[in-house]
């Protein structure tokens, strides 16, 4: 087998996202992310998995064919596998990319588990968390200032 061969199992793209150096395992719950955007319904897509990296040892991959991946969806993917590399692809070559850290803000995504807390009892006040630590584990109600390890939080989509 040509090398090559070995590293393209998923057909190259014209024009497209790449989801790369997402750690192994992971590959899967990016996708059930992704995949709760009303946006992605009729995007192709392909995840590859247990791909040889240099720098993670084995990683997961995915390839989007859409154009434009929304603030939203990578806020998300930032929040819940921090570090994995966003490529934007056009004529088969990187357009752009950028490694996706989570964000010190974190807008109408999580939802606060008070149940006095105004996003709770006014619906349509969006949620606001900021981030309390440097490495973004723990997270701080905008509102009712109650501190949560952001794992513990479930997401609004
Ligand atoms: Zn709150």
């Known amino acids: 087998m040509k090398q090559n061969e070995k590293i393209l199992h998923i057909p190259k793209i014209d024009l497209g996202i790449v989801i790369d150096h997402i750690p192994a395992g992971q590959g899967i719950k990016i996708l059930e992310i992704i995949s709760k955007y009303e946006e992605m319904k009729d995007v192709v897509v392909s995840l590859g998995l247990n791909y040889?990296?240099?720098?993670?040892?084995?990683?997961?991959l995915i390839k989007l064919q859409m154009e434009y991946l929304s603030p939203e969806i990578i806020q998300h993917i930032s929040i819940m596998v921090p570090g994995?590399?966003?490529?934007?692809?056009?004529?088969?070559?990187?357009?752009?990319?950028?490694?996706?850290?989570?964000?010190?803000?974190?807008?109408?995504?999580?939802?606060?588990?008070?149940?006095?807390?105004?996003?709770?009892?006014?619906?349509h006040v969006p949620t606001l968390f900021r981030t309390t630590d440097a490495e973004g584990k723990k997270v701080k109600c905008n509102y009712c200032e109650r501190i949560f390890d952001l794992h513990e939080l479930e997401t609004v989509v």
């Open 52 to 60: 040889e990296s240099a720098k993670l040892g084995k990683k997961d």
């Open 84 to 123: 994995v590399t966003i490529k934007a692809i056009k004529n088969y070559k990187v357009h752009s990319k950028v490694v996706v850290q989570p964000p010190k803000e974190i807008k109408s995504l999580l939802l606060c588990k008070n149940p006095n807390c105004i996003t709770n009892t006014e619906k």
